[in-house]
């Protein structure tokens, strides 16, 4: 797996940002393959970064040569891969709350069954002349 950082025009950065845009037509002089990570780097008109960059997985490669596209150019399509550990950390994190929800209402019921036995048990214990915290 390789990283290719890549400089984008604002106009094309703010389709990919939005997900209208999942393909990237491209001079292919870094030998891009499937798996490999496209880093895009937003430029303004001067060609300048403006700071903002994105991130996305390359999951097919349409090498030049066919359907019309010269043999040095490529069209990658990508997929938003930190949308998708975003999602996937989501979903970790609700089953873990629905879990630690259901601990809360369990030991809610045991410690409403146990309280009528603590004050028993704090009862005995201080007719014996135990200590409080006993």
């Given at each position: 797996?390789?990283?290719h950082?890549?400089k984008t025009?604002?106009?094309f ?18 030998n891009y ?8 780097h ?5 060609g ?9 997985e390359?999951?097919?490669?349409l090498?030049?040569?066919?359907f ?15 949308h ?10 609700r089953?873990?709350?629905v879990?630690a ?6 030991g809610?019921?045991v ?23 006993y």
């Amino acid at each position: 797996m390789k990283v290719h950082e890549v400089k984008t025009e604002a106009e094309f950065f703010a389709a990919v940002r939005k997900g209208l845009k999942m393909s990237e037509v491209r001079f292919n002089d870094r030998n891009y393959q499937v798996g490999d990570v496209l880093v895009q780097h937003e430029i303004d008109q001067k060609g300048k970064t403006t700071g903002e960059s994105l991130c996305h997985e390359i999951t097919h490669v349409l090498s030049g040569g066919q359907f019309g596209l010269d043999k040095q150019w490529c069209v990658l399509s990508l997929v938003n891969t930190v949308h998708m550990d975003c999602v996937a950390l989501m979903e970790h994190l609700r089953d873990r709350l629905v879990e630690a929800a259901d601990c809360m209402d369990a030991g809610i019921e045991v410690a409403q069954a146990a309280k009528g036995q603590t004050i028993k048990a704090k009862s005995i214990a201080k007719k014996q002349g135990k200590p409080e915290e006993y």
